[in-house]
Nanobody
Framework: QVQLVESGGGLVQPGESLRLSCAAS????????MAWYRQAPGKQRELVAS???????NYADSVKGRFTISRDNAKNTVHLQSNSLKPEDTAVYYCNADISPLDWGPRRNYWGQGTQVTVSE
């Protein structure tokens, strides 16, 4: 199976930055897409940013110009550089990926455990 392990969350003040990381491990042949979602209490989980096999990126309007998603294929990792953080960015951030296994099976979708980001004075 595949595991997604996240790191980099924490408590910061408005205007500061965080770099979130997600490392995929296990039976991996191809990672087609990696993405970051977030969910605040009482809110729906929303897509923050995604990056495809061909490095096409997509961002939520609320983070455009502030967040940057990138991937390191050699390390099976994805990063989210989050700058100029605002209180409304406070949420649990989840890593998500579409991955095909070494045994030539179909793509499957996986979730990480989530990491807390809190932006507060």
């Amino acid at each position: 199976q595949v595991q997604l392990v996240e790191s980099g969350g924490g408590l910061v003040q408005p205007g500061e930055s965080l770099r979130l990381s997600c490392a995929a491990s296990g039976s991996i042949r191809v990672i087609y897409l990696m993405a970051w979602y977030r969910q605040a209490p009482g809110k729906q989980r929303e897509l923050v940013a995604s990056i495809t096999l061909t490095d096409t990126t997509n961002y939520a309007d609320s983070v455009k110009g502030r967040f940057t998603i990138s991937r390191d294929n050699a390390k099976n990792t994805v990063h989210l550089q989050s700058n100029s953080l605002k209180p409304e960015d406070t949420a649990v951030y989840y890593c998500n990926a579409d991955i095909s296994p070494l045994d030539w099976g179909p793509r499957r979708n996986y979730w990480g455990q989530g990491t807390q980001v809190t932006v507060s004075e």
